[in-house]
């Protein structure tokens, strides 16, 4: 028997009529704001410790990323899997299947919270050795990453719950949430820092308490909702029919996520082989690299949704246009903050580290990488709207195939057989964003994005 849920007006969006550009601008405008202050938690955890505690401590906190994105990427996969389910589910006005599905997502994210918080704490020796991290950052790096792992539930909750709220074209209260948790997250590390004086450990702290707080927030927003995602505990439980629509999308973007991250440790390792400054210049890169990403990112998650929403509907012409119009506005985007970034290079890496030799790693980095960002839009929104119309399993070979097996053939050959230099190591990056864009758009060119639909 279907049951009878009431659709929110006021919250959720139906993307599958009125102007394409109007929806895209609308939904990616307060996620991509959203997007820069969940940047700000390891940002503003990087800046306090490069200015207030010590360079190793620095390095320690800005090179774990690649350990943290192996486990976060899985579930963040699955998470992206989720979403496309809902969304299509929602544009075939299906709603009941809605709520099995986030009931549904609800109950693995409780088990993943147990499953990352046991890994992340047991396997983070092993992984800092894997990335050779030097002998006197390896304690600062443990203390920081055991403590993130351990608060780990906060962060899953917050993703899952707001790709719910997405998924139905609402992307402005994620947005709110965490403009609450990252300032909260600033004062936290301030005051930990500078009047606690608890070093890594009070950063890491900050960390997971905001990230607590996000998901608290976005939880109670699904619990008194009055539409479709609303969540009700005592129904709280795994739908298999939905758990294998979110598995057959999940799982390949959950492998590609986790298998990608897990190269960038041995990307790093290159990396550190140059060096603690080398380590706190690549680290500030990466902190400026990851803004630059945003905007695209952004616009991809709203290609997702757009196509899902419409192929659920059966509307392919529309979902293609969209997918077109979010292309041009990812790359018109991307194309404005790329200059500013290249002119300011010097006075941005002073901000993170304002170390001479720091500054001067950095500045290189991003004189010669930040032009092929431009690059990278393609593959970003073309996979994300591959993975809208039901289809991560594509995506996940290709971009396994140039973030991984091309990239690490081409450190391996550049380190021993070329340059084993810092810029030619880096080049691997923007090698693998072109044979992945131009490996996706010649697919996404002879694709039939019916056929891939879920939703019948």
Excluded at 44 to 67: F, H, L, Q
Excluded at 427 to 432: D, K, N, R
Aim: proline share 4%; glycine share 6%.
């Amino acid at each position: 028997m279907t049951k009878a849920i009431k659709i929110s007006k006021r919250k959720d969006k139906d993307m599958t009529e009125g102007s394409i550009i109007k929806h895209i601008i609308m939904f990616s405008l307060p996620l991509l704001a959203g997007n820069i202050f969940q940047q700000l938690y390891n940002t503003v955890d990087t800046w306090v410790v490069g200015n207030y505690v010590s360079n190793e401590a620095y390095s320690a906190v800005g090179s774990v990323g690649p350990i943290v994105n192996v486990l976060i990427g899985l579930f963040m996969g699955l998470s992206s899997g989720a979403g496309v389910v809902i969304s299509q589910f929602y544009g075939a006005h299906k709603f009941d299947k809605v709520q099995d599905t986030v009931h549904t997502c609800i109950a693995i994210t409780a088990i993943f919270s147990v499953i990352f918080t046991v890994i992340g704490i047991t396997a983070t020796p092993l992984m800092l050795h894997a990335m050779d991290i030097p002998e006197e950052v390896f304690p600062e790096a443990k203390k920081y990453l055991v403590i993130y792992f351990a608060g780990v539930t906060g962060l899953l909750f917050y993703n899952m719950g707001s790709g719910i709220l997405r998924a139905v074209g609402d992307s402005k209260r994620p947005f709110i949430f965490l403009v609450v948790s990252a300032v909260l997250n600033t004062v936290f590390d301030l005051v930990f820092v500078l009047v606690l004086g608890m070093g890594v450990e009070g950063v890491a702290y900050a960390t997971i308490i905001a990230q607590g707080i996000s998901a608290i927030l976005v939880m109670l927003t699904l619990m008194i909702s009055d539409s479709c995602i609303k969540v009700v505990f005592r129904e709280i439980k795994i739908h298999l029919e939905q758990l294998k629509l979110i598995m057959r999308v999940g799982t390949p973007a959950a492998i590609q996520l986790a298998i990608t991250a897990f190269s960038n440790v041995f990307v790093q390792s290159y990396i550190n082989h140059f060096g603690p400054d080398c380590m706190s210049g690549w680290t500030t890169y990466t902190k400026l690299d990851q803004f630059m990403f945003l905007p695209m990112q952004s616009v991809s998650i709203a290609a997702t949704t757009f196509v899902g929403q419409n192929l659920g509907k059966g509307n392919v012409e529309r979902a293609k246009e969209g997918i077109k119009k979010a292309y041009i506005l990812s790359l018109t985007c991307t194309a404005v903050i790329l200059v500013p970034l290249m002119i300011f290079a010097p006075q941005a890496s002073a901000f993170f580290n304002d170390k001479p030799e720091v500054i001067e790693y950095s500045t290189l980095l991003l004189h010669w990488l930040s032009p092929f960002y431009l690059t990278c839009c393609m593959n970003q929104v073309y996979a994300a709207a591959l993975r809208g119309a039901g289809n991560s399993k594509v995506p996940m070979i290709i971009m396994l195939f140039s973030f991984v097996l091309f990239r690490q053939t081409y450190l391996f050959i550049t380190a021993n057989f070329i340059a084993n230099e810092i810029l030619p190591i880096a080049m691997g990056y923007p090698a693998g964003w072109i044979v992945c864009s131009v490996i996706t758009y010649i697919y996404y060119k002879k694709t039939d994005l019916m056929k891939t639909k879920l939703v019948s």
